[in-house]
Structures are given as C-alpha cells and as structure tokens.
C-alpha cells in the first residue's frame, strides 16, 4: 500500500531563513506526490505536483520540492520563509491501485517567526 | 487553479437532526469528488469517494447510512450527516478531481470545508 510520513510535527522558521518541510513515501510503482498547505478553519490549496520528469519542481507561493528517488523523499523548500507562510502543510500520495485517492501524512505545522 | 465551493462554512444543529452539505465544482466538471473528516490538528481521513451517477465508496468503518453521499451531477455533490449526535462534531472537507478531455489532470482541488457543530 502507498503511504507518506512527515516526520516533524512542527518546523520553527525565521522569517528570511530558507525552509524545508519533510515527506518521504513507499510506494509501489511509479510516486504521484503531492503538497498542499492548510490555513486555519480552511480547505487545503494545492501547491504543487510531481509525476514525472525533472525531479525539481515548482509550485505556487514560491514553493518547491526535490523528489529523491534513492531515498525516497518529496521535501518541500523555498529559499526565503515570510510570516504568511505559517500554516499546515500535508504531502500526498496518490494511489492509483485504490481508485486513485490521495493518502495524506500526519501535516507539519510550519511556524515562520518575524 | 480550479474552485471547488463549499456550502455551508459553519452549522450548529440539534442532536437528532440531520444536516446537509454541499460541495460544487464551480468551472470544471468532476466526475469524482472525495469527503474527507478532519480533527483539530489531524490530517484528513477519507471517508467516502463519489463518482457521477453511481453509489458513492466509503471508507472501512465509515457508516453509509449515517453520512449519506449523492452525486447527482458532474459538478455537484452531497453530504447529509443524518441524525447528527455530538461526536459526529467535526470539520468537513470536500474534494473534485478534475478530469478534461477524458484524462485525468491529476489533482484534487478542496472545498474550504464545513465545520460542524452538533449540539
């Protein structure tokens, strides 16, 4: 079965300071991951995907993440963290051999101090 | 990115009632949608994924009469959590893959949820 793990609850961040949310997956066949991020009381917005071709991808917000298929990671980073970036973030896998739902990790709850 | 509307964004009902809530695809059409449950500070459990036309799946140990899933358009779906009691209190959110041209874009776009309160 798919699955994803975040292994960190909570990530404390200066603002200004690059940032990195951990994920890293099991999966049979070919990963589709993916992050999304979550405000308070709110629904999750999607950042960005990886499905195949360049392991570096580029999301919204500034965001990006390295798929690292040799250690099974989808990190997700950006160079330059701004207050407006605290929130919950969760990585997912989808599952193709189960209808193609997405499996969610635990969440980081990332907090970017001025 | 597409937009998936979510009605209501917050509901306090009487134990014993039942509550309905509303999930649109507002420019794409969804052939399948997704709820989800979510506890403070949790990530999203799934409980049930609805396909246009047909009977909705739910997840093991999800009741299929108590949270009732209609999905009666390409751009519409429903929950009605039916005789609502205190533990059934939590936050609701909704999902749409988006689907054009007969493959599947690979994205799930998210309602901005419901939270529910029951009394």
């Known amino acids: 079965a798919q699955s994803v793990a975040q292994p960190e609850d909570q990530v404390n961040v200066a603002e200004g300071n690059p940032l990195t949310v951990k994920c890293t997956y099991s999966?049979?066949?070919?990963?589709?991951l993916f992050w999304y991020v979550q405000y308070p009381n709110r629904g999750l917005q999607f950042l960005l995907k990886?499905?195949?071709?360049?392991?570096l991808v580029k999301g919204s917000y500034g965001f990006e993440a390295e798929f690292n298929k040799s250690q099974t990671s989808f990190h997700l980073k950006k160079p330059s963290a701004l207050v407006s970036d605290s929130a919950l973030y969760f990585c997912?896998?989808?599952?193709?051999?189960?209808?193609?739902?997405?499996?969610f990790g635990q969440g980081t709850e990332l907090s970017v101090k001025p | 990115g597409a937009v998936v509307s979510q009605h209501p964004s917050w509901v306090i009902c009487k134990s014993g009632t039942s509550v309905k809530i509303e999930c649109r695809s507002l420019?794409?059409?969804?052939?399948?949608m997704f709820w989800y449950r979510q506890f403070p500070k949790q990530s999203l459990m799934l409980m049930a994924t609805?396909?246009?036309?047909?009977?909705?799946?739910?997840e093991q140990g999800v009741e299929k009469d108590k949270f009732l899933i209609n999905h009666a358009s390409l751009t519409l779906s429903t929950l009605t959590v039916t005789s609502a009691h205190p533990e059934d209190s939590s936050f609701y959110i909704c999902?749409?893959?988006?689907?054009?041209?007969?493959?599947?874009?690979?994205?799930?776009?998210f309602g901005a949820g419901t939270r529910l309160s029951v009394l």
């Open positions: 999902s749409a893959r988006v689907q054009q041209g007969g493959g599947v874009k690979n994205i799930q776009y």
């Open positions: 420019d794409f059409q969804a052939t399948t």
């Open positions: 999966v049979s066949g070919n990963p589709y």
């Open positions: 990886y499905i195949t071709g360049d392991n």
């Open positions: 997912a896998v989808r599952d193709p051999s189960q209808g193609g739902k997405l499996i």
């Open positions: 609805s396909n246009e036309g047909s009977k909705a799946t739910y």
